[in-house]
């Protein structure tokens, strides 16, 4: 009982809830704004899980908010097979980034229901909460709460810009389940996702396979000053943390176009501080900012350059810096195995397809820890992304969909329990 | 009919108002952050309000909120003399900045009533609105358009962060008053305030007789870029406002460090960012920065020197920079007639006083462009303010508002009416 060679998934019928889901949390002109755990993510995660239950899964919520909805396979006491991605955006988001892979685990069991074909191993199909970590700081935190990187408490304590915890926000939204997070046997990880990168779009190429990660290291740095008159003030005594913020964010741009001739990325993403206001210094600000680099030694040397920094910005300007969160992640951590699975599929399924590396990180990088991870990547246009513009179409998409569904069903089907 | 020599302040009754004010909107320990036209501003303004009448005053509200609280003169048909500052603080204000020169007005008055001295020319005393810019940008808004450099219109159009106007605000706390801003002859203006600098206090010096303004030049900027990934997109092709925003800033502070020793000084007062997150370039953002020296010339080199800096903030990072608004004011701004009449009376009244510029903008500096203007400062200690540590007593105190008193009367009695 093998997925004959010929299934494919139905596209109409996919990119029908890739409308649904633009039409919810919609933000500038052919974009979306659904911060993680809005009342816009509860309508999406309602939509969802109508849609998993209609395709007869057993849905699980669990302490994280995660949404785990099971496909029973022929043997199901086996480890499962994951598929998924995340259905929160940024702020000024795309319709597809992170959609494009959860609706496509979505129809992969529809088409699997289509083909009355039942996989070995169970099938679960993911939407992980805050991927983007637009609204709750660091990103993936629940992916990475599964994989046992964070405790449940530490993840409710986190807090948006308005002081609201993660844990209130999932309780006010209804989807603060009583599972436990991780925790257990994990066959595997798929996840399919834009490349949100110009790589594939520009060669034309249909299939992304993701090798490896880039290896990034982020940042959440506190600096203290004091308040006092931006007049009289004399520049001798001022401790405005502000300016250390603002020195911190350049000096890590600079990094980033000092290693840009190999790709290398500087990234200063978010200042805030107070009281923030003309005519006074501001005796508080938070920064947030990464570097990436394919090469991981690179990377490393990127990262004690952001630290010197750190200490830099502070020393410059008479400020205390404390360094809140850091997290890094990337590298060689997809699974041999997987990845010449779904390069072989492509091939078999006549798509062009080359190998990449992501940039960006993905749920898929917690995924990794516990379990053999592949993602496969779909072009975009033009690569944009975080943006309101970020595109693609069925000649963008469908190739990728195809590739999923065939891949994971190879794996969910093999009968070799070694490999677990 | 001259007032005698022997007059003073009653101190216990003006410090009295001093406490009462310290009571509304209170901040941080020992501090105050009343912000302008929020409800706190309301209650201290209905205090102030209150106070006038009950001292006689005939109180008139104008159009941009400014409460004119008017003594008859003997000839009360000639212009005014005012004397007033503002009651509005920063976020993380103190108790004397502006309050001390507003209360201090009153007392001069209450203080009139008990020597039952009525002077020639009427005395009104005045609060200016949102002087400290915390609220609504640019500062001295409301004394700026009593002056004739903003429109009524521009000033209630002005938008705090939470997007509610100037004008909203006024009408909401009840002080969008009839009487049309300024337009009409003013005798000459006083302004009581603390130093808000170290110069008098570390020379133990009782009076302070404010010779001229630093000259200042103000910069509200915005730039646009746009959104993307802080991963995968190119450094070459990002448009990262906020890092625009950044490198304006940390250039300014940088232009402040290279004129310190001339005591010039140099700020990045402000930066707010869109969609400022983890994980997206902003594509939007504005900065508040301002250079300041005493002399004129330089404080224009270092103003040509930011005006390169936004442009060269722009190119950098691929963004647009607009210059919104753009303020300045300071040089040689204030009367020598009145400055001499501060300084004698401060000799004649036994106190230890210097000559020094302001380095701090006050509402004195715009109405130096439409009548003979003078300031009078008193010690705050160790030069504190912008912040709830500022802190002044009577041995700081006293002496001004004696000087306040007894130059004020002096100009208000004067039978020379070819001055005006």
């Not at 990119?15 to 002109?29: D, L």
């Not at 755990?37 to 995660?66: E, P, Y």
């Not at 229901?113 to 099938?123: S, V, Y």
């Not at 603002?246 to 200063?268: F, H, N, S």
Request: hydrophobic share 40%.
């Amino acid at each position: 009982m093998t997925l004959a060679a010929s299934v494919r998934a139905d596209f109409p019928r996919f990119w029908k809830t890739i409308e649904y889901s633009a039409e919810i949390g919609t933000g500038r002109s052919g974009g979306l704004s659904r911060l993680a755990l809005s009342d816009a993510d509860r309508q999406m995660r309602d939509l969802f899980v109508t849609w998993c239950r209609d395709a007869g899964l057993s849905v699980t919520i669990d302490r994280v908010g995660n949404i785990h909805a099971r496909r029973a396979g022929r043997d199901d006491t086996l480890p499962p097979v994951l598929v998924g991605s995340h259905l929160d955006t940024q702020e000024n988001g795309g319709r597809f980034d992170g959609i494009a892979g959860t609706l496509g685990a979505l129809e992969l069991v529809r088409s699997l229901n289509d083909a009355g074909h039942i996989t070995r191993r169970p099938i679960e199909i993911v939407n992980w909460t805050n991927e983007e970590g637009a609204r709750f700081s660091p990103p993936m935190t629940a992916s990475g709460c599964f994989a046992g990187a964070y405790e449940v408490d530490w993840v409710h304590a986190r807090q948006d810009d308005d002081g609201i915890t993660f844990g209130e926000a999932l309780r006010s939204i209804g989807y603060l389940g009583d599972a436990a997070p991780g925790g257990r046997a994990i066959d595997s990880y798929f996840e399919l996702h834009i490349e949100q990168g110009p790589v594939l779009d520009a060669g034309n190429v249909q299939v992304g396979v993701v090798t490896h990660g880039f290896r990034s290291h982020g940042y959440l740095v506190e600096f203290h000053g004091e308040t006092a008159h931006t007049g009289p003030w004399p520049m001798e005594r001022r401790r405005n943390a502000l300016i250390a913020a603002a020195r911190l964010l350049v000096a890590v741009d600079d990094i980033g176009w000092e290693y840009a001739q190999t790709g290398g990325k500087g990234t200063g993403a978010r200042l805030v501080a107070w009281p923030n206001k003309a005519g006074i210094l501001s005796d508080w600000a938070q920064a947030v900012c990464d570097v990436r680099h394919d090469d991981p030694a690179t990377a490393a040397i990127m990262a004690s350059r952001v630290e010197a920094a750190i200490d830099a910005a502070a020393a410059r300007t008479g400020c205390t810096a404390t360094t809140l969160d850091r997290w890094d992640w990337g590298g060689k951590i997809f699974d041999d195995a997987l990845v010449a699975e779904i390069r072989r599929t492509a091939s078999h399924l006549g798509y062009s397809h080359r190998d990449l590396p992501s940039q960006a990180g993905h749920d898929a990088y917690f995924l990794a820890r516990i379990c053999p991870t592949a993602m496969i990547f779909t072009p975009c246009r033009g690569g944009i992304t975080h943006n309101n513009n970020e595109n693609a179409g069925r000649a963008d998409l469908e190739p990728g969909l195809n590739v999923l569904l065939h891949s994971v069903v190879a794996r969910a089907d093999l009968e070799d329990d070694s490999i677990s």
